[in-house]
């Protein structure tokens, strides 16, 4: 069947907004999960790979997953204005969808939770916000996160033998 020249480009222009609308579609999908939650917290505290507690003022926890999140735990650096961050890659969640995001916005859909810790990684920032080198990152075959009762609380064990934890009040 033949269409005049006006209805072909209609049909065109159809086809375009259908293949247009198909990624929207995925896309809010993707997006039920994937994002940041973040947090200031008072009582907030880690103890990186050195054994030395530091304090710490920021938790954020990012949606990389419907089963995988990392947490971060963001303190002050050993310089003015300078951070040190520790982050948990944590899997195997006990309630999932653990987080309900929008346009990259979260919120914790869950205050009760559970989950094994892949690796952890420790990185420095400068005053500027700049990398102070490459960030040191292992493997943990022995850890979990949990929160309860608006409590998070991470234990790892890293493969030379030294442990890291952090905890803070949501």
């Not at 309630?95 to 810790?117: D, E, H, V, Y």
């Amino acid at each position: 069947m033949r269409f005049p020249p006006i209805h072909r480009e209609a049909l065109r222009g159809c086809a375009l907004a259908f293949v247009m609308g198909c990624p929207l579609a995925a896309h809010a999908e993707l997006e039920s999960f994937a994002g940041r939650y973040q947090a200031q917290s008072s009582n907030c505290r880690f103890t990186p790979t050195t054994g030395q507690k530091r304090g710490c003022r920021l938790v954020q926890i990012d949606g990389r997953t419907s089963t995988i999140i990392s947490i971060r735990f963001v303190g002050s650096g050993d310089r003015p204005g300078s951070s040190q961050r520790l982050t948990f890659v944590v899997s195997e969640l006990s309630s999932t969808p653990f987080l309900n995001c929008s346009l990259g916005s979260c919120q914790l859909k869950t205050a009760n939770w559970q989950g094994r810790i892949n690796s952890v990684s420790v990185s420095s920032y400068d005053a500027d916000g700049l990398a102070g080198g490459v960030p040191k990152a292992w493997a943990v075959s022995q850890g979990g996160c949990s929160a309860q009762a608006g409590r998070i609380l991470c234990r790892a064990e890293i493969p030379d033998g030294g442990q890291v934890s952090a905890e803070a009040q949501l």
